[in-house]
């Protein structure tokens, strides 16, 4: 039970923190986190004056386009990995697995500069396709699918069906929780992301949420002080 309050306890002081006016926020002591009064005032500024609707939709598009791109071609990347034996499969593997320990900062510029010339800034894409070139879901995947038994999939050959059939009706239900647990990761991360998108998108309506509210709190913090 004391776990259980230790966990809704910044949570409950969140939502409370939402109905207390910006001089409340200031001023008052952030353990007293009961408003008073309680106040809509933040609800209706967000609703009525930030484009809180375009700020949104942005992110959630950017979002899952990370996530259904990252998880698609990851699927594909691991079964082909796990189900095909080709030259240079183990150093293309490799290549991936090393693709996790490059700092982004290192590979930053290079990336922007491939998108100034495909013409691709201020575009959702700039935002999507970096962050979808990642090899955690490709190893992720392929783990998870190296432990399926190689009987099944062979039995599942034998029996006339494709790769494509294999893929879709017996590896993916079989993975269902990684699937699951690679786009929640996905999804959050992007949703989360600020740095990239705050170079690459130039204009205020393709702004993403966490862009448009450290804006909104660096100008209220200048109108405070």
Not at 27 to 45: A, C, G, H, K, R
Not at 70 to 83: E, I, M, P, W
Not at 207 to 216: D, G, M, R, S, V
């Amino acid at each position: 039970m004391g776990l259980l309050l230790v966990l809704l306890f910044p949570v409950v002081w969140m939502i409370t923190l939402s109905f207390k006016s910006s001089s409340q926020i200031v001023t008052q002591n952030p353990l007293d986190f009961w408003p008073s009064p309680w106040t809509l005032e933040n609800f209706i500024y967000v609703w009525k004056g930030n484009n809180f609707i375009s700020f949104t939709t942005n992110s959630l598009i950017i979002a899952f386009g990370v996530t259904l791109l990252k998880l698609t071609t990851g699927l594909l990347a691991a079964y082909g990995f796990s189900q095909f034996r080709f030259t240079g499969r183990k150093w293309l593997l490799g290549a991936y697995m090393l693709s996790m320990f490059i700092p982004f900062v290192t590979i930053m510029l290079p990336n922007y500069l491939l998108l100034s010339k495909l013409d691709l800034l201020n575009t959702y894409w700039a935002v999507i396709l970096p962050q979808a070139a990642d090899g955690m879901g490709v190893f992720l995947l392929y783990q998870t699918m190296r432990a399926i038994p190689k009987s099944i999939l062979e039995s599942a050959q034998l029996d006339g069906s494709s790769h494509m059939e294999i893929l879709l009706k017996i590896i993916i239900p079989v993975i269902r929780p990684a699937i699951f647990s690679l786009g929640i990761m996905s999804f959050i991360n992007s949703w989360n992301e600020y740095f990239w998108p705050l170079l690459v998108l130039k204009g205020r309506d393709m702004y993403t949420l966490p862009i448009a509210h450290c804006i909104e709190s660096f100008c209220q913090c200048r109108r405070w002080y």
